[in-house]
């Protein structure tokens, strides 16, 4: 009786994970896939604008009544908490464009041709050099990304453990030194995808690199 248990079990099993569509599979497929050019245009756009709103929600603690601080405090938490996402991101990002350079180089390159913006002046095949001339610069780019991330989502994260524990004007005003360095390392990491933002501007474009023949 045990063997056709055992039988129905397996069976059962691979059609569950038929069903999920792959859901069964290794979790390093998933980190195989490649993202799109606009995609990858929208994210860092995306990522920019929420490390902006996270230096703004902190800023406004400093600003608020005492009591809009609590309601302040929320929505910086929440920054943060969005902005640990944009990270998480930000590290498959990079990674992906390093082990995947060429599989992704060729997608881009097909992608081109459905981009019909009329502010693009630059012939396709101009593109789609710009793509293979600009991507090591882009994969340089978003692992600084990458690495510049670390600092300010622990600064920031440190700085919510220290608020939850005394969540007053004096506590935050003991705090301006720390807020200040968490700001300087956003404006880091801001530039970082600024330059990710320049490297895929070009390759939209059709402009190779400074130096690049």
């Known amino acids: 009786m045990g063997c056709p248990i055992t039988r129905g079990f397996v069976l059962a099993v691979g059609a569950m994970c038929f069903a999920l569509g792959a859901g069964c599979s290794s979790s390093t497929q998933g980190q195989k896939s490649v993202e799109g050019f606009e995609h990858t245009k929208d994210a860092v756009a995306s990522a920019q604008v929420q490390v902006q709103r996270t230096i703004s929600a902190m800023t406004a603690l400093r600003a608020v009544p005492s009591n809009m601080l609590s309601e302040a405090f929320g929505r910086y938490k929440q920054s943060v908490a969005d902005l640990e996402k944009e990270a998480d991101q930000a590290k498959w990002r990079a990674l992906s464009m390093k082990e995947n350079a060429d599989t992704q180089i060729q997608s881009w390159q097909s992608e081109m041709a459905d981009i019909k913006d009329p502010q693009i002046k630059a012939s396709l095949e101009k593109r789609r050099e710009a793509i293979r001339d600009n991507y090591a610069l882009l994969k340089m780019y978003a692992d600084d990304a990458r690495k510049a991330y670390e600092p300010f989502v622990q600064g920031n994260k440190q700085l919510i453990k220290a608020l939850s524990i005394d969540l007053s004007p004096a506590a935050i005003s003991g ?39």
Do not use: C, F, W, Y
């Not at 030194?177 to 474009?205: F, V, W, Y």
């Open 175 to 213: 705090l301006s030194d720390s807020m200040d360095r968490i700001t300087s390392e956003g404006m880091q990491l801001q530039q970082k995808l600024a330059a990710m933002q320049h490297a895929l501007d070009n390759m939209s474009s059709g402009v190779s690199p400074i130096g690049a023949p």
